[in-house]
């Protein structure tokens, strides 16, 4: 696979400190961050592998296309890049910061921590057009497995990894379909019935479609099982989500998650860090495959 922990131990032994304390300062002024450089590391990481591609902009880059509009973080990456590269020019990759960010953003929500392999390089392609096979909201458990599988995850990494949305928020265009004319008339009859018109009044029918909602109510700042939970009491915000509650083979990791009566428990916490190192491997580049980007933002 081509990374390795510690890739940067003799070229750059600050590295991981260095992002470490970027990521640290921006979510001091701003926590929601966090929620936006863990869902850019897995933009990123789905179209043509962890290569940086989702950071480039100039007209249709990846961060034109819709599923990218509402990525938030840039700033941060760019921020750790101009520092990484005082301090070791041309050493560090935009996909390593991304992955690093995204690991630190984790844990300074209050997830358990991991070792990130880094040594990857950047990409030198960036197009809209690649952005199409990412999973959209209102695709069914088969599908979303199927987009998991294809780039070699699971079906654990596909409960863990979506685990992910026990932080961060939702536009209310990628669900409020559920609130109103579902089946014809009246709601998804899987969402917690009580929970129904506190969503209505978050997301207006009609309006408000930029309104936004937590992924994980009631703990959209804290890495924990409660997005679970919330699944299983019928109050998962996507339809995507409260999907992983309604079939059997993924009703079941969430079901160890929260620990339920009669069935191995398994860490979320520990087996989050075990699935990002492998969505952290997807299509990485090595060796002359890639470059090391001057600024993230760009191409050499
Ligand atoms: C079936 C797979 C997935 C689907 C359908 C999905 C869908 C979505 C949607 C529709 C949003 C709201 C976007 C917006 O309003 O701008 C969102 C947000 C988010 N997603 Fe996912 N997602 C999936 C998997 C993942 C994975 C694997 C991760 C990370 C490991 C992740 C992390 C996040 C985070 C942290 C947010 C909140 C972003 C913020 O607050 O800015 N998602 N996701
Ligand atoms: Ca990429
Ligand atoms: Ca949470």
Redesign the pocket.
Known sequence: QGTRVGFYATTCPKAESIVKSTVQSHLNSDP?LA??L??MH?HDCFVRGCDASVLVTGSATERTAFANL?L?GFEVIDDAKTQLEAACPGVVSCADILALAARDSVVLSGGLSWQVPTGRKDGRVSQASDVNNL???T?SVDV?KQKFAAKGLNTQDLVT??G??T?????CQ?FSNRLYNFTGNGPDPSIDPSFVPQLQALCPQNRGGSN?VP?DTGSQLKFDTSYYANLRNGRGI?E?DEALWNDASTKMFVQRYLGLRGLLGLSFSVEFGNS?VK?GNIGVKTGADGEIRKICSAFN
């Not at 932080?167 to 536009?171: L, N």
């Open positions: 929601t929620a936006g863990l869902r897995f509402e938030r999973p959209a909201p695709d979303q990894l979506v992910g949305h932080i961060g928020t939702t536009a990628f936004r992924l996507l995507s990002m969505m």
